[in-house]
T-cell receptor, first 115, second 116 residues
């Protein structure tokens, strides 16, 4: 089973709202990722968690706050977003074996619209 | 400098024909992995196939095969007997074996359209 689930599928929020995106995997993977993808562009890495610890933050603005409550769950808390933050947010997971052949498996994404 | 280059922004292919999607890469690492993902309009990134830098044989996975030419630093995806459901965006990606680096570097993608 290579399933990564994400909720919600779609989200519309105002610039003053607080919302959260959720990601879950049950493949026993110990690395989880958040990516942001604008239309017609490749995904851009935002955060990486390895063994529930934040290992990479790609200089993401503080209005995005990741959280990894356990090895199966990854959240992305959103606060005071800007319209330019509207994008597809993809979650991914991998084994965290550290090898070059480690495959990342992606969820279906959350389409976020900030008004 | 671009680490992954996909030179075909869009391709149109007749159904049942084979199609090759180009990907070239740049790395000084000896150990690296090359991946292909398919992204339909629904948005999900679907893993298709991977090739390790030390693999001597080209990877195959069903109708997908990876034409790996290490000296030319190319990792082209070949889809045999294309189907309408193959219409999607295709991304080539590379993972380098750098300590503590879990990053995938993506190319800009190729939009493939299969014509009935």
């Amino acid at each position: 089973d290579t399933e990564v689930t994400q909720t919600p599928k779609h989200l519309v929020m105002g610039m003053t709202n607080k919302k959260s995106l959720k990601c879950e995997q049950h493949m026993g993977h110990r690395a989880m990722y958040w990516y942001k993808q604008k239309a017609k562009k490749p995904p851009e890495l935002m955060f990486v968690y390895s063994y529930e610890k934040l290992s990479i933050n790609e200089s993401v603005p503080s209005r995005f706050s990741p959280e990894c409550p356990n090895s199966s769950l990854l959240n992305l808390h959103l606060h005071a977003l800007q319209p330019e933050d509207s994008a597809l947010y993809l979650c991914a997971s991998s084994q965290a074996s550290g090898g070059a052949l480690e495959t990342q498996y992606f969820g279906p994404g959350t389409r976020l619209l900030v008004l | 400098a671009q680490k992954i280059t996909q030179t075909q922004p869009g391709m149109f292919v007749q159904e049942k024909e084979a199609v090759t999607l180009d990907c070239t890469y740049d790395t000084s690492d000896q150990s690296y992995g090359l991946f292909w993902y398919k992204q339909p309009s629904s948005g999900e990134m679907i893993f298709l196939i991977y090739q390790g830098s030390y693999d001597e044989q080209n990877a195959t996975e069903g109708r997908y095969s990876l034409n790996f030419q290490k000296a030319r630093k190319s990792a082209n995806l070949v889809i045999s007997a294309s189907q309408l459901g193959d219409s999607a965006m295709y991304f080539c990606a590379m993972r380098e074996s750098l300590f503590g680096n879990e990053k995938l570097t993506f190319g800009t993608g190729t939009r493939l359209t299969i014509i009935p």
